[in-house]
């Protein structure tokens, strides 16, 4: 399978900060609230590099927070955008701020792949 260069979209790893240069190097990961007073609210959205140090330590998570995840190219393209719509849709409450930065990023992807891979 070939790789897929990506550095052109400038997708930058919320953890370290390098360029995510491939898009099989990249995770996509966000968090579910649970219990009565959150009730599946989603927040914490982010990419970054698909390895231990960038991802998010699942052990922090304990209790009433629950980790989420996707390789990033199972959100890059329109296919993606639409997912992520629909369950942003559903979510009783949604943080933006997070959510604001990687749709941003899977825009600038999606934009890539309709001009052609390099
Ligand atoms: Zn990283």
């Avoid at 550095?7 to 099989?24: M, N, S």
């Avoid at 990023?105 to 891979?117: D, I, N, P, V």
Wanted: hydrophobic share 40%; aromatic share 8%; proline share 3%.
């Amino acid at each position: 399978m070939s790789r897929t260069n990506i550095a052109r979209a400038e997708v930058v790893c919320a953890c370290c900060g390098d360029l995510i240069a491939e898009l099989e190097a990249g995770w996509f990961e966000w968090v579910m609230r649970l219990g009565q007073a959150h009730n599946g609210a989603l927040e914490g959205f982010q990419i970054v590099h698909h390895a231990e140090r960038c991802m998010y330590n699942t052990d922090r998570f304990k209790g009433d927070r629950y980790v989420l995840n996707q390789p990033l190219s199972h959100f890059a393209g329109a296919g993606g955008l639409q997912e992520l719509a629909a369950r942003v849709r559903q979510a009783p409450t949604v943080e933006g701020s997070s959510l604001g930065l990687v749709l941003w990023q899977l825009a600038r992807l999606s934009e890539l792949g309709r001009r052609g891979k390099p």
